[in-house]
């Protein structure tokens, strides 16, 4: 039997374009006499839908879709199509839809399987729309037996149990039930070290049960979440046969006999090297695809910046050239009475090195006026925090004022480290559409700034060296507010992304008392901040936003 892999980019709440798209690569695929294409987890209405699920107008149009694809089946009835999409419930009590994967052949929905284990931890709230499945069967197709499973049905196991695990585990069941190879559905999101995370899970069951397995996941940005295909086969052993790569549309084919071979070693994983970039690398294009998406999903094309001449202005410049090109992108830097020449000057070298549109806006008269117009309730209090975010407002207004005169989606420069801490001004440099490295901490941010640098110098030497500054009063340093940098992330990832309380971190680590209770202690208090910041792109284990639900009115 010979399969077809669609790593595909579906839109969120586009029935009729995934399908278009379906369609088209279909068209193709069918040449090659395939009888079996796989489409992703939720294909049709593109992944997550959240509470689009919520309003019967789409369930509806999700039916009609459907519909639309098993007439269009008999356009090549010797393919048949496995698509994940919603179906209703008719359960009397409980939810009223299901997660499915429907196997359509020649105008006829031959077999539908829905997802068993709904995720709630994270960025998944499952549960909240779906049903579980009340069985899981087998599907004879073709000569072989197939188990068709949906994303999470495959992440339990007895071999190495996982932090989330479930009492029932369906590819056990499955595999009871005599299926002959594996097929997953997938919609998993990505973060740094996720792809093998989920080859290694996913390798322990093919072994575990002695069968091939077959895994389709998504790519692409949907809001926060970026999918990054990796779509693979397996070997009855385990072992890697083929692989999709990283972050691009992929079709993947497939001999289901190959993967009962056994194949000699030296053919065995030889894939991942071409397919799987290093670290670095693959940040860099999960951010550029993160970008992209949010841009022509949203339906922007353009953008506009503003550039300090830091470090991390600098690399949102760069990866927004990479994700839109030069001709989208205009850098606007604003200096004020505190602004160093060396941050104009290394702004402009930005802008010089990636071709874009560049422009000079000053802030010291506007600032002045502020400060004028505020004197007379200002009088007797000595200057401070208050006077130095007027600076940091004005250049969001002057920044939001030119994103609305040109319909340009402003992007955010802020890292992880400031945000987690609320060193960031609201309605200040926290304003814009997308905040693309908010979830790189600082040391993550230098890396990727000289990894951008492989080629030839982009970000100028200068803002890489120099020490970093908000520059919003003299001599500033983000050191004389901050702890160092190495020791804040450090705090940060074992607080924020390992769930570890003050007390075991001062042990663990051996770091001061007051500045681990400090750093902790800003965290909550900013949390209000970052509920009312933009969207960030997720490359993390554990990011601020849609899979951190924490309260701001709260005293723990």
């Keep these: 039997m010979k399969i077809a892999l669609a790593q595909l980019n579906p839109t969120v709440g586009d029935l009729d374009a995934n399908l278009e798209k379906l369609k088209l690569n279909f068209a193709e695929i069918a040449k090659s006499d395939t009888d079996l294409i796989i489409l992703p987890e939720l294909f049709l209405t593109g992944y997550p839908p959240r509470d689009l699920l919520d309003y019967d107008s789409f369930i509806a149009h999700c039916e009609t879709t459907l519909e639309k694809l098993v007439e269009f089946s008999q356009t090549c009835p010797q393919t048949a199509i496995l698509v994940g999409t919603v179906t209703r419930c008719e359960l009397e009590h409980g939810k009223k839809l299901y997660n499915s994967a429907v ?78 190879i594996f097929i997953n559905l997938s919609a998993s999101p990505y973060c740094l070290g996720k792809e093998q995370i989920r080859l290694e899970l996913l390798a322990r069951q093919s072994r575990q049960y002695d069968l091939p397995l077959l895994m389709v996941n998504q790519i692409g940005g949907n809001d926060e979440l970026i999918f990054d295909g990796c779509s693979l086969a397996l070997n009855r052993k385990g072992n890697l046969i083929s692989q999709a790569p990283q972050f691009i549309e992929k079709i993947l084919y497939i001999d289901a006999g190959e993967l009962k071979k056994n194949h000699p070693p030296e053919t065995i994983n030889k894939v ?46 760069t990866l927004a050239v990479k994700a839109l090109g030069k001709d989208k992108v205009w850098g606007i830097t604003m200096p004020s009475p505190y602004s160093s020449g060396g941050s104009v000057e290394d702004s402009k070298i930005l802008a010089e090195n990636l071709g874009i549109r560049f422009a000079i806006v000053p802030i010291t008269s506007l600032y002045q006026s502020y400060l004028d117009a505020l004197q007379p309730l200002f009088a007797d209090l000595p200057a401070g925090l208050a006077e130095e975010n007027i600076q940091a407002r004005i250049r969001g207004n002057i920044l939001m004022s030119i994103a609305n005169k040109f319909n340009r989606l402003l992007l955010t420069t802020g890292n992880k480290s400031e945000l987690a801490v609320g060193y960031c001004t609201l309605y200040g440099d926290m304003s814009g559409g997308l905040a693309p490295i908010s979830d790189l901490p600082k040391g993550l941010v230098y890396e990727l700034s000289r990894y951008c640098n492989r080629d030839k110098i982009i970000i100028p030497e200068a803002t890489l060296t120099k020490e970093p500054s908000a520059e919003l009063r003299p001599e500033q340093k983000d050191q004389d507010s901050l702890p160092p940098y190495d020791l804040l992330d450090r705090v940060l990832n074992l607080y924020i992304d390992e769930g570890r309380a003050a007390g075991q971190i001062i042990e663990s680590e051996g770091f001061s008392a007051e500045t681990v209770n400090w750093i902790i202690s800003a965290v909550k208090r900013n949390e209000y901040k970052r509920r009312q910041a933009p969207p960030g792109l997720k490359v993390t284990g554990k990011a601020f936003g849609c899979g951190r639900r924490m309260p701001i009115a709260a005293r723990y």
């Design 272 to 317: 991942r090297p071409d397919t799987i970039p290093d670290r670095l690398a693959q940040l860099e294009n999960a951010l550029i695809l993160g970008i992209r998406d949010y841009f022509q999903k949203c339906g922007f094309s353009e953008t506009v910046i503003g550039l300090s001449g830091g470090i991390d202005s600098a690399l949102t410049c």
């Design 103 to 180: 196997l359509i052949e020649n105008r006829k929905i031959i077999f539908t399987q829905h997802k068993t284990l709904l995720p709630t931890y994270d960025v998944f709230d499952e549960s909240r729309y779906f049903a579980p499945a009340q069985d899981l069967r087998v599907c004879p197709f073709r000569g072989e037996i197939l188990g068709i499973s949906i994303c999470e049905d495959a992440w339990n196991e007895t071999a190495a149990p996982l932090p989330h695990p479930y009492k029932q585990n369906p590819l056990a069941q499955l595999s009871a039930a005599g299926a002959t």
